[in-house]
Nanobody, 119 residues
Framework: VQLQACGGGLVQAGGSLRLSCAAS????????MEWFRQAPGKQRESVAW???????NYADSVKGRFTISRDNVKNTTDLQMNSLKPEDTAVYYC??????????????WGQGTLVTVSS
C-alpha cells in the first residue's frame, strides 16, 4: 500500500491551499484517514482525521479554517486549508489505517508535502 500526497506550496497569509492524498495498492478498506504536520523543530501533530462514516475531528488550532474530506471509493482524502497563517507552515503528512483483508490492518504514511505560509 502506498499513500501519495500532493498540493503543498507557498502561499501568503490569508490564502488557501488544498492537499490531496491517494492510497493505492492492496486495500480492502480504510478506517481512519488523517493529516499530520511537522513544523521545523517541533513534534509531529495531528491536524484532522476522518473516519469511514464521515466523522471528523480537528486540532483546535485549525478548527473553522481547515476541512477534511474523503472519497471511500477512490481511497482519497483532501484537506482544504483556508485563512492560512504563518504558523501553519510545516510538512504535512497523510496517514491511513488500511485493511488488506482479514485481520491484516496496517498504518501507512504518505511522503509529506511542504506548506509554507508567508507573512
Amino acid at each position: 500500500v502506498q499513500l501519495q500526497a500532493c498540493g503543498g506550496g507557498l502561499v501568503q497569509a490569508g490564502g488557501s491551499l488544498r492537499l490531496s492524498c491517494a492510497a493505492s495498492g492492496n486495500i480492502f478498506s480504510i478506517a481512519a484517514m488523517e493529516w499530520f504536520r511537522q513544523a521545523p523543530g517541533k513534534q509531529r501533530e495531528s491536524v484532522a482525521w476522518i473516519n469511514s462514516d464521515g466523522t471528523t475531528n480537528y486540532a483546535d488550532s485549525v478548527k473553522g479554517r481547515f476541512t477534511i474530506s474523503r472519497d471511500n471509493v477512490k481511497n482519497t482524502t483532501d484537506l482544504q486549508m483556508n485563512s492560512l497563517k504563518p504558523e501553519d507552515t510545516a510538512v504535512y503528512y497523510c496517514n491511513a489505517d488500511v485493511n488488506s483483508g482479514g485481520y491484516n490492518w496496517n498504518d501507512y504514511w504518505g511522503q509529506g508535502t511542504l506548506v509554507t505560509v508567508s507573512s
